[in-house]
């Protein structure tokens, strides 16, 4: 079965704990995975924090937009400085940083990007910058970041393409993106994480195809 190594916990270990919270990051490394990824949003006053949604009616059954709440009222939402925190010491954890769209058309492009840099900088060399954005990507490196991933809107001939001129670190796809059959994936200089993916038979049917990463959120699933 997939080794701890070659897993991603998708908002941390989101399948027994609160997504993108510290709980589920620290329940992630605790099973002995090393890689977690998190979402990012920027709050009213452009403080990056931890969450997928826009509005915290999900996750926290809170109605209310992040955009409208500053770092001294979140109700609840943690911090990307507290992420950055937890991770001075964890020195052995990378972190995929997810930008999100919704944040990028609030603030604007360059806002978000530089000011993830910024908080990420004390471990900078362990924040890998990702987002569905291929201009957030392109500006990442330039901001600071030393590695680089894109989120695949589709696999096709045009993301490919993307692809090859964007030169990421790391790409990430759905699975349900990639075509049925066998074959293996596009070639390149990067490496493949795809994710949901939560069967233990799956997760090695990708790795055969070239997959070098399973992102899950149900960790206990694929480790043995």
Same mark, same amino acid.
């Given at each position: 079965? /997939?080794? /701890? ?12 704990? /609160? ?8 329940? *992630? ?15 009213? #006053? ?16 809170? @109605? %209310?937009? !992040? ?36 944040? =990028? %058309? ?15 900088? /004390? ?32 696999? @096709?001939? =045009? ?11 790391? =790409? ?14 596009? @070639? ?5 994480? !795809? ?7 799956? *997760? ?9 990463? !399973? %992102? ?6 694929? !480790? #043995?």
């Amino acid at each position: 079965m /997939p080794n /701890p190594s070659k897993l991603v916990a998708h908002r941390g270990f989101a399948g027994k704990h /609160p997504e993108n919270t510290l709980a589920a990051l620290k329940a *992630a490394v605790n099973v002995g995975v090393k890689m977690v990824e998190l979402d990012v949003q920027l709050a009213g #006053d452009k403080t990056p924090v931890m969450l997928h949604d826009t509005t915290l009616d999900r996750t926290l059954s809170v @109605n %209310e937009s !992040i955009f409208n709440l500053d770092s001294n009222n979140l109700n609840g939402v943690e911090t990307l400085q507290q992420v950055v925190n937890w991770l001075l010491e964890e020195k052995d954890v990378v972190a995929f940083v997810e930008l999100k769209y919704e944040s =990028i %058309e609030h603030h604007g492009l360059t806002v978000c990007v530089m000011k993830l840099a910024e908080v990420c900088a /004390p471990v900078i060399d362990r924040c890998v910058f990702i987002s569905f954005n291929a201009a957030a990507c392109g500006l990442a490196k330039a901001s600071g970041f030393k590695l680089m991933g894109w989120v695949l809107p589709g696999y @096709n001939r =045009i993301t490919e393409k993307v692809s090859k001129g964007l030169k990421p670190d790391y =790409i990430f796809c759905d699975k349900f993106f990639l075509p049925n059959d066998d074959g293996q994936l596009w @070639n390149g200089d990067w490496k493949w994480v !795809i994710y949901e993916v939560e069967d233990k038979g799956l *997760a090695l049917s990708l790795m055969n195809r070239g997959v070098h990463l !399973i %992102e899950t959120k149900q960790l206990n699933d694929l !480790i #043995d």
